[in-house]
């Protein structure tokens, strides 16, 4: 498996119900981000958790590190079809305690909530 | 505070011809980044600048590709000639300070690039 891969790629919920979804990396880690990609534009920049974090929370969004088993989970609560885009996990690898400055991606999971 | 801008939005061209795609980062940002996800495929990174500086090409595919970035504010990434491979989207991202431990990347909306 790639380094970023996400679980699931394709996820269809309604609105109201929540969304998980995973991603497995295999290098040591700086930091995890978590990006959206609604159809056909840029990425958006949702939650970044450091490898000394086990949990971070944005407003609906909630995301889980366990480096011990290199994994990521982010969980939208209460979906609204406005959410409907690719969602993406982007590693950064640990350079010895500081950073490489690049993200490895994974493939996405395409999110779909219904009305 | 403006984001990360990059033109043109879409390029259209035919194999052998050359694209220049530009960059402008977030102001203040020292650090630059290309990325590009072709058709069916993850974001894949390309090359990251410190100011003027490359930091690391490493993900840069062949010497088809010339980034540059003088005077360290924004950048251009030269395909010349170009391929039918190299379609897809090239995004760049800024960001502060690539060795803070939540050194945050910010994306353009991207370039898509078709080459027929």
């Known amino acids: 498996s790639q380094q970023g891969e996400e679980d699931p790629q394709a996820l269809s919920i309604q609105e109201g119900e929540n969304a998980t979804m995973n991603c497995s990396y295999k290098t040591s880690i700086n930091n995890l981000q978590w990006y959206r990609q609604n159809s056909g534009r840029g990425l958006v920049h949702l939650i970044l958790?450091?490898?000394?974090?086990r949990e971070k929370h944005s407003g609906r969004l909630r995301v889980t590190l366990d480096t011990s088993k290199k994994s990521s989970s982010l969980l939208i609560t209460a979906s609204r079809a406005a959410d409907t885009a690719s969602y993406f996990c982007a590693t950064d690898a640990d350079a010895g305690g500081t950073s490489y400055g690049k993200l490895t991606f994974g493939q996405g999971t395409i999110l779909t909530v219904h009305p | 505070e403006a984001g990360v801008t990059q033109f043109p939005s879409h390029s259209v061209i035919e194999k052998g011809q050359t694209v220049t795609l530009r960059c402008d980062p977030i102001?203040?940002?020292?650090?630059l980044y290309w990325y590009r996800r072709v058709m069916g495929k993850e974001i894949k990174f390309l090359l990251h600048f410190v100011k003027e500086s490359k930091q690391d090409e490493s993900g840069m595919p062949n010497n088809r590709f010339l980034a540059e970035r003088t005077g360290g504010t924004y950048s251009t990434l030269k395909v010349q000639p170009a391929e039918l491979e190299d379609s897809g989207v090239y995004f760049c991202a800024s960001s502060h300070d690539h060795r803070a431990a939540a050194d945050t990347q910010y994306f353009g909306p991207g370039t898509r690039l078709t080459v027929l």
């Open positions: 102001s203040g940002h020292d650090n």
């Open positions: 958790i450091r490898s000394n974090e």
